[in-house]
């Protein structure tokens, strides 16, 4: 899994609300939460490869958590999720509406969803991006068009010839 290439601007940055002075492995830094997942600020000097040292991770994870390559440059503020992403935005936070320059990978790390499965729920295709004003769903199943209802004619199924079935029952 190679992951997405992440152009500079779609990384999504850190507004830093929920602080948590917590250590892992043998690291003294801070570990943040959203949506019950872990994840770090990224700082300067920062490498995949320095990450996964420091916080005793094996050198996929971060990747993979992140969706994207290990060969991708780390950004000093960048979220580095250090857990397995959500399938659904935590409880509240239903929908999401795009505003000017967000990508669907950015709007995955912001709330800390599966970008595979923001595509699906919202019936996206992968590598496309939504408009601006377009409003996604966070949580619960694909969104689905309303099947019209078809309705019969009462003189239509008066007309019609019954239909026995029969069946052997062992």
Same mark, same amino acid.
Not at 3 to 12: A, K
Not at 42 to 65: F, H, I, M, N, R
């Given at each position: 899994?190679?992951?997405v290439?992440v152009?500079?601007?779609? $990384?999504? +940055?850190a507004?830093? #609300?929920?602080?948590? &002075?917590v250590?892992?492995? !043998?690291?003294q830094?801070?570990?943040?939460?959203?949506?019950r997942?872990?994840?770090?600020?990224?700082k300067?000097?920062d490498s995949?490869t320095?990450?996964?040292?420091?916080?005793?991770?094996?050198?996929?994870?971060?990747?993979?958590?992140?969706?994207?390559?290990?060969?991708?440059s780390?950004?000093?503020?960048? $979220?580095? +999720?250090?857990?397995? #992403?959500?399938?659904? &935005?935590?409880a509240?936070? !239903?929908?999401h509406?795009v505003?000017?320059?967000?990508?669907?990978?950015?709007?995955?790390q912001?709330y800390?969803v599966?970008?595979?499965?923001?595509y699906?729920r919202?019936?996206i295709?992968?590598?496309?991006?939504?408009?601006?004003?377009?409003?996604?769903?966070?949580?619960?199943?694909?969104?689905?068009?309303?099947l019209?209802?078809?309705?019969?004619?009462?003189?239509e199924s008066?007309?019609e010839?019954e239909?026995?079935f029969?069946?052997?029952?062992?």
């Amino acid at each position: 899994d190679q992951g997405v290439d992440v152009p500079d601007h779609d $990384i999504y +940055y850190a507004d830093n #609300k929920k602080k948590k &002075a917590v250590t892992a492995g !043998k690291s003294q830094r801070q570990i943040f939460e959203n949506n019950r997942v872990k994840y770090i600020i990224v700082k300067e000097g920062d490498s995949y490869t320095s990450l996964t040292a420091e916080l005793e991770l094996l050198p996929w994870q971060l990747s993979k958590y992140n969706e994207t390559s290990e060969n991708r440059s780390l950004s000093e503020g960048q $979220i580095l +999720y250090i857990q397995p #992403k959500r399938t659904n &935005a935590e409880a509240g936070k !239903k929908i999401h509406k795009v505003k000017s320059g967000e990508t669907m990978y950015s709007i995955s790390q912001k709330y800390g969803v599966r970008l595979d499965k923001l595509y699906a729920r919202n019936q996206i295709e992968t590598g496309t991006e939504p408009q601006t004003g377009t409003e996604l769903m966070l949580r619960g199943g694909a969104k689905r068009p309303k099947l019209p209802l078809l309705e019969i004619a009462a003189d239509e199924s008066e007309n019609e010839e019954e239909m026995i079935f029969e069946f052997d029952i062992e």
